[in-house]
């Protein structure tokens, strides 16, 4: 059974540094994508931070990150990682990664298999 553990979250100052990790197993897919999600406090919607593919490592970013997010993966241990620098207060959320057979992309309801998410807050 798959699962998909996220840690590394917590509480940093604007303009400051958080590196989350998300542990996968049981997942028996050749290749799948990874991808990062986060949700605001009081909203809804997930939005897509970034992701990426197990078979050729191709990287997607949300506009509101690009630059500043980088998505990286660690094959021997089966852990992906997101390197969140210049940290804004709006960044703060509750970040998941969550797993699709699809290939690329944030496009949320093609990821089937979820973390239980970490918080990240991001203070003025």
């Known amino acids: 059974q798959a699962q998909l553990v996220e840690s590394g979250g917590g509480l940093v100052q604007f303009g400051g540094s958080l590196r989350l990790s998300c542990a996968v197993s049981g997942i028996t897919w050749p290749f799948y994508t990874i991808g990062w999600f986060r949700q605001a406090s009081g909203k809804e919607e997930l939005e897509g931070v970034a992701s990426i593919n197990t078979s050729d490592d191709s990287t997607y970013y949300g506009d509101s990150v690009k630059g500043r997010f980088t998505i990286s993966r660690d094959a021997v241990k089966n852990t992906v990682y997101l390197q969140m620098d210049r940290l804004k207060v709006e960044d703060t959320g509750v970040y998941f990664c969550?797993?699709?057979?699809?290939?690329?992309?944030?496009?949320?309801?093609?990821?089937?298999?979820w973390g239980q998410g970490t918080q990240v807050t991001v203070s003025s």
């Open positions: 969550a797993a699709t057979i699809m290939y690329g992309g944030l496009r949320r309801l093609e990821y089937d298999r």
